[in-house]
């Protein structure tokens, strides 16, 4: 769709009762075209595809709010108009995948000032979003009401480690020390919510806390566990803020964290999803086994043990990484990597987006 103050990603499907065409800018609609038309027009030599591109950062820009949020959907009229539902928390995630987009290398200088403003404004806004403590909360279903929700932080849905690394994009862009500031106190409320005083399970993290970070109560099926997935969020933040800014307490979680994951590997070389907690240590648990045959004492009434399936969840790569950079030493590692300029932000720009695409979220 096309307008004199740029161009948008259709919504499929569109709402029957809409007046206008509705744009879609969620991270898989605008900013996840934008990147592929960059892609394509570096693969095929075609610049119409460049120049498309930066059609779709200008329609991008317009479409931003005052207070410097990006909507996920839009009214494509005479003017862009946001179709996104008021509420108390808004959604960070078209934000940080427009701020992303808009980040990288030529979209800036191509769609000129107001481009570059808008990614300003759009960093702005998702340090305007952060706690004081360095928290990111969302706003999540606690009960059967859509009324039963709650302000709280889940670190396995990645909105924490996203959110965080646009600030870190946003330091590395415009070289301003207030999102260095809010990327630290994000490492430090992080390193915070681990599982401390534990013989058993000290440095990892359970799954849902409350704002300030502290385990949350609100949420039953994430009480008194070890949650491996919210774990290897937290983990693979603290490793990237590493590489990037080469903060020594980050890169210490980290080894910490991966040197506790090794100790509950499984034998088949994985992890098991949860691991229950009873007054901070770590419940036996075992690997879901097969059902026995039918032959087999199919009357029994005796209880199985706690059993959860075993899955990687990415930390294998993950602990392999940390391994290597323990290895070489961070600039070894980032070198054999082919990082070597000056600024992370170009691979970073990269890096966000594709995990805002990939999210389940907008």
Known sequence: MRRP??????????????L??????????APALGLELLDAAD????PDFRDAAIQLARGIAASQR?????????????????????GPLAERDPTIASLAFLSLPGVGEA????VRRAARRAAAFLLDQQTASGGWPRLHRVGPDRADSARLMLLSDGDYRRSTLALLL??????????????????????????????????LWMGAFDPDGSPTGKMPRFEQALDTAATHEALALLVEVYLVLGSEKAWEGAREAAAALRALRTDSGRWL????????????????????????NPFSKVEPAPATEEADFGLGELLDTIERV????????????????ESAAPGLARRLLGLCIQSRGK
Not at 6 to 12: D, K, R
Not at 175 to 182: L, M, S
């Open 20 to 29: 206008h065409p509705v744009a879609d800018l969620s991270a898989r609609g």
């Open 111 to 114: 769609g000129g000032e107001p």
């Open 66 to 86: 005052a207070n410097g949020r990006i909507p996920a959907r839009i009214a494509f009229a005479a003017r862009p108009l946001s179709l996104d539902t008021p």
């Open 326 to 341: 323990s290895r070489l030493g961070r600039q070894a590692y980032l070198k054999e990597m082919g990082k070597t300029s």
């Open 43 to 46: 693969r095929f030599g075609r």
């Open 273 to 296: 999803a949860r691991y229950p907690l009873r007054h901070n240590e770590l419940v036996p648990v075992k690997a879901a086994a097969p059902p026995p045959p039918p032959a087999e």
């Open 170 to 203: 946003a330091y590395e862009t415009f070289n301003d020390p207030a999102y260095r500031i809010g990327v630290e106190r994000s490492v430090d409320l992080l390193l915070r919510m681990r599982v401390n005083e534990s013989k058993s399970a000290s440095h």
């Open 5 to 18: 103050y740029g161009w948008a990603v259709a919504l499929e499907p569109q709402p029957a009762a809409a």
